[in-house]
Every structure is written in structure tokens, then in C-alpha cells.
């Protein structure tokens, strides 16, 4: 059975950090792009961050970019999203994604998805 697992969400201040970190289990996922993504409540679920299956190359929305840093450790079959400067507006459940292919895409060619951890941002 093919789990990702998000740990690493909580409570922080404006201003803070926090990291997050997704374990894969069932297989490996060293030959797919992974990503992160977020919902807020009652919103819709929004991209933040992708990575191509080797890390070489990273992919943010333009409201994290220069905040937030996604990587990897395939050997560890687990993928990383530090998140620094966080705002209120950061606030939302995250969820861990494995894409189909070595490369990050649409939203529609995620095949797994993490049950989402929760990160709250005090102002």
C-alpha cells in the first residue's frame, strides 16, 4: 500500500519557520517529480512547490518563492518543504504529492496524495 506521510505542520508566529517533511512508503518515488500543495479554508487547493525526480530543478508559486525551499532525499524516499518568513496568509493544510511523471505538472497528474498536515500562522 503506496502511503505519503506529512509530518512537521503546527502552530507558529508570523515571521517564523517551520519544516516539513513527507515519508513515502509502498514504493519509491525516486524516479517521480514530487510537489506541495495547500488549502485553505474554503478555498481551493493551490499549488506551492515542486521538484523533478533528481532535485535538480524546483518549482514555486510566485507567493513563496523566495520563502519557502522544497528538496529531497531519495534515499530516504522522503521530500522537504522549509518554509521561512511565514504569514498569516501561509495558513492552511499541506499536503504531500507524487506526480506520475520525473517532472512536476498540472495538478491533474498527481497519482498520490499525503492526508495533509496542518500549519496555522499567529499574527
Known amino acids: 500500500q503506496v502511503q505519503l506521510v506529512e509530518s512537521g505542520g503546527g502552530l507558529v508566529q508570523a515571521g517564523g519557520s517551520l519544516r516539513l517533511s513527507c515519508a513515502a512508503s509502498?514504493?519509491?518515488?525516486?524516479?517521480?517529480?514530487m510537489g506541495w500543495f495547500r488549502q485553505a479554508p474554503g478555498k481551493e487547493r493551490e499549488f506551492v512547490a515542486g521538484?523533478?525526480?533528481?532535485?535538480?530543478?524546483?518549482y514555486y508559486a510566485d507567493f513563496v518563492k523566495g520563502r519557502f525551499t522544497t528538496s529531497r532525499d531519495n534515499a530516504k524516499n522522503t521530500v522537504y518543504l522549509q518554509m521561512n518568513s511565514l504569514t498569516p496568509e501561509d495558513t492552511a493544510v499541506y499536503y504531500c504529492a507524487a506526480y506520475r511523471a520525473a517532472v512536476a505538472g498540472a495538478r491533474r497528474d498527481v497519482d498520490y496524495w499525503g492526508q495533509g498536515t496542518q500549519v496555522t500562522v499567529s499574527s
Open positions: 521538484i523533478n525526480w533528481s532535485g535538480s530543478t524546483t
Open positions: 509502498g514504493r519509491t518515488f525516486s524516479s517521480n517529480a
